[in-house]
C-alpha cells in the first residue's frame, strides 16, 4: 500500500502563489503516475496536472502556464508550484498515485487552498 501526506495549502490573494507538496510512502513501484486534483465547493473533482515516474507531465487546460508540477523521486515527493492564482482556483486539492499498469490507486486526505479576490 501507498501512503500520500499532503500539505502547503492556505489562504492566499489572488495573483499570489503557493506550493503544495505530496510526499508517499510504502510499496511504491518505479513505473507510477502521481496526480494533483481538485475538489472545488459544491462540484466535482478534476485533474489538475499528472506526473510519470519519467517525467512526464500533463495539465488541465485552466491551469497550463500558472501551475507546475514536479517530483524528486529520491525523497518521493511530488510538488504543485501554483502561481497567478484565481478565485477559482479555490478548492481542496488531492494527491493521488497510480501504480502503471496496475489498478492500485491511493488518494491522500487533501489540503484546502482557498484564494481570495
Known amino acids: 500500500q501507498v501512503q500520500l501526506v499532503e500539505s502547503g495549502g492556505g489562504l492566499v490573494q489572488a495573483g499570489g502563489s503557493l506550493r503544495l507538496s505530496c510526499v508517499a510512502s510504502?510499496?511504491?513501484?518505479?513505473?507510477?503516475?502521481v496526480g494533483w486534483y481538485r475538489q472545488p465547493p459544491g462540484k466535482q473533482r478534476e485533474l489538475v496536472a499528472t506526473?510519470?515516474?519519467?517525467?512526464?507531465?500533463n495539465y488541465a487546460d485552466s491551469v497550463k502556464a500558472r501551475f507546475t508540477i514536479s517530483r524528486d523521486n529520491a525523497k518521493n515527493t511530488v510538488y504543485l508550484q501554483m502561481s497567478s492564482l484565481k478565485p477559482e482556483d479555490t478548492a481542496v486539492y488531492f494527491c493521488?498515485?497510480?501504480?502503471?499498469?496496475?489498478?492500485?490507486?491511493?488518494w491522500g486526505q487533501g489540503t484546502q487552498v482557498t484564494v481570495s479576490s
Open positions: 493521488n498515485y497510480n501504480t502503471i499498469g496496475s489498478r492500485y490507486n491511493s
Open positions: 510504502g510499496s511504491i513501484f518505479s513505473s507510477n503516475v
Open positions: 506526473i510519470t515516474s519519467g517525467g512526464i507531465t
